[in-house]
């Protein structure tokens, strides 16, 4: 069946610019999480929805990152007036329930030059 | 604040060597640890995991034990091959029980 999809897979933007991130979970996955991936950081969460409750933004690095999941399924990422440090790959996952028992499936990721 | 720590790479084998690629962690509680893999040009796809304390994941030959005493996850493998070359990276339950802390990613590149 189908994975979890991104778009776009690469965007280059110019600094402060606006960008849009957008990821489609697994059809009746309920959870969806955003990750960052930088050079040599790893992978950093940053925001993560579980159905209908209050999205757990505590990763979220500045007031310019937000997220929306509309309809309990798509959702988008977006950066307001990029910055040169946003520059990274974005990654999206779903999983069945917000429970680490259930195996987080990731997306091929969106990579974002802010040049 | 929770962490994870994985040695940092590039790892080089020969093919059938054997390997150990260490992580260690820090959180309150009893986190669920996991290992994922990245090949070349993929997404991160699950490895294995283990939920509890002395547990032992394990997929494709590769094995990691949950230990508390150490408070590590180390993955091990046998003998490897040329496909296991990747990014490889370990992760823990974050606080809120929900998204997973990873660490750097180590890469392994395996030659014949």
């Known amino acids: 069946g189908a994975g979890v999809s991104q778009s776009p897979s690469n965007k280059v933007t110019e600094k402060g610019k606006d960008v849009e991130l957008r990821c489609d979970p697994i059809s009746g996955h309920t959870a969806l999480y955003w990750y960052r991936q930088s050079l040599g950081q790893g992978l950093e969460f940053l925001i993560y929805?579980?159905?209908?409750?209050?999205?757990?933004k505590s990763g979220l690095p500045s007031d310019r990152f937000s997220a929306e999941r509309t309809g309990g399924s798509v959702s988008t990422l977006t950066i307001q007036r990029t910055q040169q440090e946003d520059s990274a790959v974005y990654l999206c996952?779903?999983?069945?329930?917000?429970?680490?028992?259930?195996?987080?499936?990731f997306g091929p990721g969106t990579r974002l030059t802010v040049t | 604040g929770n962490s994870v720590t994985q040695m940092e790479g590039p790892v080089t084998l020969s093919e059938e060597a054997f390997l150990t690629i260490n992580c260690t962690y820090t959180?309150?509680?009893?986190?669920?640890l996991f290992w994922y893999v990245q090949y070349p040009g993929e997404g991160l796809q699950l490895l294995l995991k283990a939920t509890k304390a002395d547990d032992k994941g394990s997929n494709k030959g590769f094995e990691a034990t949950y230990r508390k005493e150490t408070t590590s996850f180390h993955l091990e493998k046998g003998s490897v091959q040329v496909s296991d070359s990747a990014v490889y990276f370990c992760a823990s339950g974050g606080q809120a029980g929900t998204a997973l802390i990873f660490g750097k990613g180590t890469t392994l590149s395996v030659s014949s």
């Open positions: 929805f579980q159905g209908n409750s209050a999205p757990d």
């Open positions: 959180a309150t509680g009893y986190p669920s």
């Open positions: 996952a779903s999983s069945f329930r917000g429970a680490l028992l259930f195996e987080q499936y």
